[in-house]
T-cell receptor, first 112, second 115 residues
Framework: ELKVEQNPLFLSMQEGKNYTIYCNYS?????LYWYRQDPGKSLESLFV?????AVKQEGRLMASLDTKARLSTLHITAAVHDLSATYFC????????????FGTGTRLQVTL | EAGVAQSPRYKIIEKRQSVAFWCNPI?????LYWYQQILGQGPKLLIQ????????DSQLPKDRFSAERLKGVDSTLKIQPAKLEDSAVYLC?????????????FGPGTRLTVT
């Protein structure tokens, strides 16, 4: 059974600081997704990583994938308050339209 | 392009009552998913349809949950009878078959409170 773990579960950081969220998964996969969820809202897709060594950046967020280590990271650069949300990683199973297994989520709070 | 539609957005029922949720996926998306998200947790897949066939329902509590997608388009998820632990947000998602990056698009969800 595929297990996906994120850490930390909760992250409080000051504006302007950098930090990294880690996502570890237990079985081989070549599809890794990052989602953002604001309170009371649905999931917003941030990044899709499809190969070993993939790196994608959007604004202050950068995601990377190491399939050999079964590890993805979401790096936050110079955090701003608008980034406060819960971030989930999700791992795709075999097949082109298979289910996603989500991590536990990291609740990010950026303080002034 | 219209997104995934769900209704109702909120529902409050008493335990042992029944409830149904509706989902309309993005046009042309053959694969439809229902996820359960309990407060403070990540979404968990309940059932996956491809067209109107079930692909995966291994985590669906079949003694009380049922789902159908009769014409391969919209879908309903039913709970009968509801338990307190069914309080959660029920998310519907859809995706194309094939086509990188096999991305799933989520609807706004239905928040269910069982009292």
């Amino acid at each position: 059974e595929l297990k996906v773990e994120q850490n930390p579960l909760f992250l409080s950081m000051q504006e302007g600081k950098n930090y990294t969220i880690y996502c570890n998964y237990s079985t081989t996969s070549d599809r890794l997704y990052w989602y953002r969820q604001d309170p009371g809202k649905s999931l917003e897709s941030l990044f899709v990583l499809l190969s070993n060594g993939a790196v994608k950046q959007e604004g202050r967020l950068m995601a990377s994938l190491d399939t050999k280590a079964r590890l993805s990271t979401l790096h936050i650069t110079a955090a701003v308050h608008d980034l406060s949300a819960t971030y989930f990683c999700a791992v795709g199973g075999a097949g082109t339209a298979s289910k996603l297994t989500f991590g536990t989520g990291t609740r990010l709070q950026v303080t002034l | 392009e219209a997104g995934v539609a769900q209704s109702p957005r909120y529902k409050i029922i008493e335990k042992r009552q029944s409830v149904a949720f509706w989902c309309n996926p993005i046009s042309g998306h053959a694969t439809l998913y229902w996820y359960q998200q309990i407060l403070g947790q990540g979404p968990k897949l309940l059932i996956q349809f491809q067209n109107n066939g079930v692909v995966d329902d291994s985590q669906l509590p079949k003694d009380r949950f049922s789902a159908e997608r009769l014409k391969g388009v919209d879908s309903t998820l039913k709970i009968q009878p509801a338990k307190l632990e069914d309080s959660a947000v029920y998310l519907c998602a859809s995706s194309l078959i094939g086509g990188v990056p096999y991305e799933q698009y989520f609807g706004p969800g239905t928040r269910l409170t069982v009292t």
